[in-house]
């Protein structure tokens, strides 16, 4: 995780040109529960794409 303090005004400046995914992986990926589950994830997990119950989980999957 980046050393950005969620507290700087600067660190966040362009917050306002933000769309709803950037927001969403900004929360998920402070999320402890989100950052202990991904540790868990083999290598070879993490390089085929992550399993498909954690990306559906963590809300990772989409419909085309």
Do not use: I
């Amino acid at each position: 995780m980046s050393g950005v303090d969620w507290r700087s005004e600067q660190d966040y400046a362009n917050f306002g040109a933000a769309e709803t995914a950037d927001v969403a992986w900004e929360w998920l990926r402070r999320d402890g529960e989100y950052q202990q589950e991904f540790r868990n994830l083999t290598a070879a997990e993490r390089s085929t794409g992550m399993t498909h119950q954690f990306r559906n989980k963590w809300g990772l999957s989409f419909r085309s």
